[in-house]
């Protein structure tokens, strides 16, 4: 998913002298003739490099590729990533090699850091996604991270197809009134020594731990959502060390070891071990107590000033050998059919990208179908996602994090 970070992309992209896209992109497809495009699609593979860590998510995958295989004669092959860098170090490699078409990767499920890069580099096909037909059920201006991605402008070069924003959840049987804020959860901490986790980082729900103490803590968090610089990094830090100084030795195992996914958290909490942890799906905890792996009395909220929330995008590479067919399938995966599959909790329970008052009745009708889980928040109840910082500032915030808490340090 998204969480996977590229961190030298930059440096292997500047030593091999990445520039603009070549050529073989101006042979692209037009977006805005939709008929062209659906007719160049059909009988294309695309092959889809995805995080392949989710039963429930590659169930979902595949059910997206049977539809497009059915509707528009496209192919879709799940490339099965653990990190999305995977994909972008092939596409790297191609343009190293001089092979500006017939890429072997056609999209890819990406954000953050390694969108960014790519978009330096060049090595990405657009600008599309704003020209493709379900582009006009997006959010656009309720949801300003679907064309901000970690605060880089996206610019048509990828499509939103999911939010996430962090939430925190506890055992109610255990733990009646939570901390409501970053501040909070150290008092609690400190009153009740290894009873709460966070993943180690770069594990995404890690790192975006470091980042929502960050934003509560800086003195100034504007400065987050401008490119880090090292005048800038030392002043907005320096309290989260003090503070990480402070929460470490009152976390699990008193920080000598860390979950090292948010799967994890979920068991310590089923075992006893932790009475409060985070994750970066809204429902998650649902469907974990519809799995029997945590108790019903479980439930989830979000801190008072808010939470970090991100979109998921698809992107198509510059080189990529079946461009029609990942428009097609990127347009597929915005709509309100699609969407509201992806949101159900049954089956996956990924926010959606999409404005209700931009849909007709009968998709509308989809939504309001849903029957969330019993631990999954409401719109109304996680309020207004807080922006990302830019996405340098995850990657500084990783390193020194790791040299002052990781393990074996």
């Known amino acids: 998913m998204s969480r996977y ?14 520039g ?28 889809w490099h995805a995080w392949g860590g989710s039963n429930a998510i ?38 190293s090699a001089g092979k500006d078409q017939d890429g072997s990767v056609d999209l890819i499920w990406i954000n953050g850091e390694n969108f960014a890069a790519m978009k330096e580099k060049g090595l990405l096909f657009g600008p599309w996604a704003e020209d493709v ?32 924003q962090i939430i925190f959840y506890h055992d109610t049987a255990h733990l009646t009134d939570p901390p409501r804020s970053i501040p909070e959860i150290l008092e609690w901490a400190k009153a009740n020594p290894g009873r709460f986790a966070y993943p180690q980082p770069p594990d995404f729900v890690g790192s975006t ?32 060390w003090q503070y990480l100084d402070e929460l470490t030795p009152n976390l699990w195992r008193s920080g000598a070891a860390y979950p090292q996914s948010s799967t994890r958290l979920i068991q310590l909490m089923a075992d006893g071990e932790i009475d409060l942890a985070l994750s970066i799906e ?64 049954a089956v996956w329970g990924s926010g959606t990208v999409l404005a209700m008052d931009k849909l007709d009745p009968k998709d509308r009708a989809r939504f309001d179908a849903i029957e969330l889980g019993v631990a999954t928040l409401t719109p109304a109840e996680l309020g207004e996602a807080l922006p990302e910082p830019h996405p340098s500032w995850m990657v500084r915030l990783e390193q020194d994090w790791t040299a002052r808490y990781g393990v074996g340090q």
């Open 58 to 95: 590659n169930d979902y995958i595949r059910w997206a590729g049977d539809r497009l295989a059915e509707r528009h004669g496209v192919t879709v092959e799940h490339v099965k990533l653990k990190d999305t860098a995977d994909a972008v170090s092939r596409v790297i490699a191609e343009k």
């Open 5 to 18: 970070i590229l961190k030298s992309l930059a440096a292997v992209g500047l030593a091999l002298g990445l």
């Open 20 to 47: 603009a896209p070549s050529s073989a992109q101006d042979a692209a497809p037009d977006p805005a003739d939709w008929k062209a495009v659906k007719q160049a699609a059909e009988g294309q593979t695309v092959y």
């Open 209 to 240: 731990f470091l980042k929502q103490a960050v934003i509560e803590l800086a003195p100034n968090p504007d400065v987050l959502q401008q490119p880090v610089n090292e005048t800038a990094y030392v002043t907005a830090t320096e309290p989260l």
């Open 282 to 345: 809204l429902n998650a905890p649902s469907n974990a107590i519809a799995n029997y792996e945590l108790p019903d009395t479980v439930r989830s909220y979000v801190l008072d000033g808010g939470t970090i929330g991100n979109a998921s995008f698809v992107a198509i590479p510059y080189n990529a050998n079946a461009k029609a067919g990942a428009m097609v399938l990127a347009n597929f995966l915005m709509s309100p059919e699609a969407q509201a599959r992806k949101q159900d909790p």
């Open 133 to 164: 037909p379900n582009w006009k059920y997006v959010d656009v201006e309720g949801k300003p991270a679907v064309t901000s991605d970690f605060t880089v402008p996206t610019d048509g070069l990828e499509a939103p197809w999911g939010m996430a």
